[in-house]
């Protein structure tokens, strides 16, 4: 199984700051998807990106690519306690990207 | 309403007694997949399903079996559930430019 690791785990700030989360990997993939999950809920794709180096800027969150397609970021600027949750990456593989390795999450809490 | 829905969304066996957990989308997607959810581990795809009678395991698929006889449904089936399969099962449905989207969750335990 191909690892995304994610970091950091629990990450718990006040609000208006700002944040990165990292999601690396030895391996390559197609693309990459991050996803916010609220308890007792499923995961909801907040953006998938796919080409190496590629940018994509969702209101105050800024995702990132990595040139190498092995890595990607998560960017949120002046938090907000409706940030709050678990963000999740995958990356795809497989003819159709069919096959998804998810990274273990980092868990956020704003503080208001 | 485009929808993932799962059922049930609560489940307590026993180890031994075969159960399903059925998924059905409403947005005609030709992708679906089932993943578990376990501490410390993440998401774990399960099995994956590319269109009716096209299945292939996930990273994690022992212990369990799927079938896709209708595009809108992918049930998972448990033919004799053990404790280490006591999670989080999520079923997930997609088109081809990879909107991906996740049922509310089936959380199963088993004694």
């Known amino acids: 199984t191909q690892l995304l690791e994610q970091s950091p785990q629990f990450l718990s700030i006040q609000e208006g700051e700002n944040l990165t989360v990292y999601c690396n990997s030895s391996s390559v993939f197609s693309s990459l998807q991050w996803y916010r999950q609220e308890p007792g809920e499923g995961p909801v794709l907040l953006v998938t990106?796919?080409?190496?180096?590629e940018v994509k800027k969702l209101k105050r969150l800024t995702f990132q690519f990595g040139d190498a397609r092995k890595d990607s970021s998560l960017h949120i600027t002046a938090a907000q306690p409706g940030d709050t949750g678990l963000y999740l990456c995958?990356?795809?593989?497989?003819?159709?990207?069919?096959?998804?390795?998810f990274g273990t999450g980092t868990r956020l809490t704003i503080i208001p | 309403e485009a929808q993932v829905t799962q059922n049930p969304r609560y489940l307590i066996t026993v180890t031994g007694k075969k159960l399903t957990v059925t998924c059905s989308q409403n947005m005609n997607h030709e992708y679906m997949s089932w993943y578990r959810q376990d501490p410390g581990l993440g998401l774990r795809q399960i099995y994956y399903s590319m269109n009716v009678e096209v299945t292939d395991k996930g990273d994690v698929p022992e212990g369990y079996k799927v079938s896709r006889k209708e595009k809108r449904n992918f049930p998972l089936i448990l033919e004799s559930p053990s404790p280490n399969q006591t999670s989080l099962y999520f079923c997930a449905s997609r088109n081809r430019v990879d909107t991906q989207y996740f049922g509310p969750g089936t959380r199963l335990t088993v004694l």
């Open positions: 995958a990356g795809a593989r497989g003819f159709g990207n069919e096959k998804l390795t």
């Open positions: 990106v796919v080409t190496g180096g």
